[in-house]
């Protein structure tokens, strides 16, 4: 855990959806956490970089969807990105609760 502040209510939910979403996404409890930690601390940075597993067009196989129906640019239809690294995607959308 780092040194920054103590989160909001509304930040701690957010915590606790991103982990349940990591771990349904194969994620370990402590990776979950691990992610949603850095997430948390991103986002009170105002950092506007996203990591796929967050994002509605990764699939169970890593692969991304939006590269396999051709709308991302430079990549393969077969694109499988890192999962977990922040980035700028033009493709990203958020996977939001069910
Ligand atoms: S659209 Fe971009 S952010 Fe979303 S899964 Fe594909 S590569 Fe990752």
């Known amino acids: 855990m780092s040194d920054r502040r103590a989160l909001t209510s509304k930040e701690l ?3 606790e959806y991103r982990m349940g979403l990591f771990k349904r996404r194969g994620l370990s409890s402590d990776e979950a956490e691990t992610l949603a930690d850095k ?7 105002c950092d506007d970089r996203r990591v796929c597993l967050e994002c509605k067009h990764i699939q169970r196989d890593g692969k991304c969807f939006a590269a396999q129906q051709g709308r991302l640019h430079n990549a393969p239809t077969y694109y499988t990105p890192v999962r977990t690294m922040l980035q700028r995607c033009e493709g990203f959308a958020w996977q939001t609760p069910a």
């Open 13 to 15: 939910d957010r915590f």
């Open 39 to 45: 997430l948390a601390s991103r986002d009170i940075d």
